[in-house]
């Protein structure tokens, strides 16, 4: 599955978004049926009859315009917004949370706007009948760092700038970078097996008919082994390989196998769970990401509910291991590890609003093939 992408087409008014980003949705839509066009004006008469035009309000009205772009590009759809928003904190929100993101800025000189003046805003701006009129009484951020700057001053046609869009080259990332094609030819040389030691501590401590999310499920053995305790299964992993051969084999009506990114999936964070699970997971996503699933699982766990965690410590033997590529991060054998401090995850959580069950750091957790290294087990309550 691949994310989306977004194009965000911003100007002042006049600058020509609306009809740019109109005639780019339906070149796209030739090719992809996947494509949504959202205008500023329309976004505003739905969401935004709450918020004026004070500048803490522009700001909360183009931060929701690009939460809901977001929410659709996780989700695979192309998305064309149209809109001032004239905030660069917005903008870098959107390169930072959006895998493949296209910025193009609207550049007209002002003589121009006035000349068009298509909504009238600015010859009643000069009347003064109106103000808050952003390039005239207010003040406007302009892009810094825009993928690609046209000027649609009239120099050139619709056609020819919709054609520069297009010609830009777009990444189309995975939803996730997790070192699938690795975990892929791992999982194809292991049997489903025992479950983990872990998976039969928790186990003691689950309610049969009660929902389960397991973050990043491998090659099922946990799910499997939860299923048979009588709890509904929701797992979901970044393996495309395993994940479909587990819903071949052993997909039944208590249990569902997802392949999408279990660190920022709008879907998946959007139920309600008695429990969610994450062993060896944590530690495979950077710190920044394990603070966004640290919040959306606190979002979507019940009250009372339980989180339940085993993850690998900077204590670790192979800490420190293969090529350095963040604070305790390494790639070592083909694939990202970073390396907890169990006192800091702890006191993250704390500041989320977790309770904490347990938290436990030692030897004789997981081995495996000869190593047994230091291994943490958190157990947080919501």
Known sequence: MKKGILYWITGLSGSGKTTIGNRLYYELKQKEENVVLLDGDVLK????EDLGYTESDRRKRAGKYARICKMLTDQGIIVICCTIAMYEEVREWNRKNNKSYVEVFLDVPMEVLIERDQKGMYSQYKDGKINNVAGMDVQVEFPRNSDLILKNDGSKSIRE????????????????????DYWNEYY???????????????????????????????????????????L??????????????????YEENNIYFICDDFVSSSAIFSGQYDYVYSRF?????TEEQETEVLH???????????????????????????????ENSYIFDGHFRRFI???????????IGFEMVSAVEKRGFAPFQGSNPPIIRIIAKR
């Open 341 to 351: 401090k169990m006192k800091a995850l702890v006191n993250k959580m704390k500041l």
């Open 45 to 48: 008469s739905i969401i935004g």
């Open 281 to 285: 997971t944590l530690h495979a996503i």
């Open 296 to 326: 959306n699982v606190y979002k979507v766990l019940k009250k009372n509910g339980l989180f339940f965690i085993e993850v690998r410590s900077v204590n670790d033997e192979l800490y420190g291991q293969g090529e350095k590529v963040g």
């Open 232 to 249: 509904n299964v929701v797992a979901i992993d970044s393996s495309d390989g395993v994940i479909a051969q587990l819903k071949e084999k």
């Open 161 to 180: 700038c919709v054609a520069e869009i297009l010609n830009i080259s777009i990444e189309i990332s995975e939803d996730y970078k997790r070192d699938t």
């Open 188 to 230: 194809k040389k292991m049997n489903i097996g025992e479950p983990s030691l872990f998976a039969q501590e928790v186990g003691t401590m689950l309610t049969p008919a009660k929902n389960i999310l397991e973050l990043g499920c491998g090659n099922g053995r946990d799910s499997l082994y939860f299923l048979g305790l009588g």
